[in-house]
């Protein structure tokens, strides 16, 4: 299972308002992981330098994420990514908290120990493939 999770670099507010600011995946042995990205990189606060995205990871993917302000000689910075110790955190998460049935959508939502944060939605179904909240026969993660 594929997984996206919100990244996040702190490059500091003297690279705040930077347009060309991305990043690469690079498994462990250095080899790189698809081609740079710079969509979808928003600064949290204008003049920050604190960009965010929302990062794709494969299933199988264990290594680094190099992200560069896009300067004509960039900043580096970069973060660990360990695709097991994420499920392990996926697992307790949805372990954790409170889950509740949705019957107007149809849905099993997870929820993390505080009960609030939404950690997963599944799409629930009878043995004939309809959506359903009385006899579940299978779910498909929304």
Do not use: C
């Amino acid at each position: 299972m594929a997984i996206n999770l919100i990244k996040s670099v702190n490059f500091g507010s003297g690279k705040g308002s930077l347009s060309g600011v991305g990043y690469r995946l690079y498994w462990t042995d250095g080899e790189l992981s698809g081609s740079r990205i710079t969509a979808g990189i928003g600064e949290i606060i204008v003049d920050s330098g604190i960009y965010s995205s929302s990062v794709h990871f494969s299933t199988d993917f264990s290594g680094s994420i190099l992200w560069d302000t896009g300067e004509g000689t960039p900043v580096y910075a970069t973060e660990d990514y360990n695709s097991i110790d994420e499920y392990i955190h996926f697992i307790h998460s949805i372990e954790g908290g409170k889950w509740q049935i949705d019957s107007s959508t149809n849905q099993m939502i997870f929820y993390k120990r505080d009960n609030s944060t939404e950690v997963a939605r599944f799409d629930l179904y009878d043995s004939d493939g309809t959506a359903s909240i009385t006899d579940v026969f299978r779910r498909d993660r929304s």
